[in-house]
């Protein structure tokens, strides 16, 4: 290995968090949410890990589905987006895979559908969030359409929470109420419970939880530290510093020169940079570790480079610098560039060295 820039994942972390996911309500179902490489974490690497413990895997779209079938993944798969086009449902039929169904075009390919096996369909509701499913003026009348339709062998109700992950939203309460109104006639298997809701609300159990984030170790809750105590991070982004300089009170870092020197200043240049999926938005002071003690971001952070501040640490050329993961959280980290331990995730690019235990 040549260039430090390494991403380690930890897929023992990961079974442990699917572990303690499954935990809040044992007696019920798990999909483990893979979708977006699980979250930039692999995967084809999390789906093996997971395959003999998970009730099955959530996916965005049928070429997620895919690379997992033909990595040899058997466990049921859902699509969470169903088909986008009707020429899907023969690899949905194929493949054994379960799709979501929110809206009438989806509904109305599936009635027109010659299949060789039915399907088995999660009938999406729009309890709020509206991005997708059906209305619930609309929805009991799918529910009884798909039915009675030959190619569906099973329903499951489902619907989405828009703020779960704040305590003090009203908007979980009304959706939960909404769900249960009207669903109430229709007999089927439940799923409301994202990771938030997985973690704390009971009461959204249901049949089957949907947890993601949490089983990549970083909490929904970014300032509560009760359910990230239970986690345990599975990405660690480190690298190395690569060059080392001192500067007087004045001098300025990186391009534009966003930080000026107040006091001498000790500076290692670390290569890492946005087109490895550190963002740029990082601001001045951004929290690293760097050779385990902590410090802060100094300056732009460029494509292939950022520079940190060495100021008084035991440090040097060499020197390993963590960005998240096992010893910084990601939830720490994300605030200071505007964003969610979610897209810090899922942002590491290919250039990134890719190191898997467990
Ligand atoms: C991504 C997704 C989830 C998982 O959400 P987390 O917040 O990561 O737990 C669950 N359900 C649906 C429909 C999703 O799109």
Known sequence: MARPATVTIDLDAIAHNYRVAKS????????????????GHGAIDVARKLETEADGFAVACIEEALELREAGIRNPILLLEGFFQADELADIGRHDLWTVVHNQAQLDAIARADLSAPLNVWLKLDTGMHRLGFAPDAYRAAYRRLKALPQVRSLTLMSHF??????ASPATRHQLERFERVSRDCPSPRSFANSAATMTLPEAHHDWQRPGIILYGASPFVADPEVQAQLKPAMTLTSEVIAVRELRPGEAIGYNGTWVCEAPTRVGTVAMGYADGYPRQARNGTPVLVNGQRSRLLGRVSMDMLMVDLTGLEAGVGSSVEFWGRNLLANEV???????AYTLFTGITRRVHRRVLG
Do not use: G, M
């Not at 179902?29 to 699980?38: I, T």
């Not at 828009?162 to 305590?167: K, L, R, W």
């Open 24 to 39: 809040q309500a044992p007696a019920r179902k798990a999909l483990a949410v893979v979708k977006a490489n699980a979250y």
């Open 334 to 340: 994300a605030p200071w560039c505007d964003t969610i």
């Open 162 to 167: 828009t703020s779960a992950e704040d305590p």
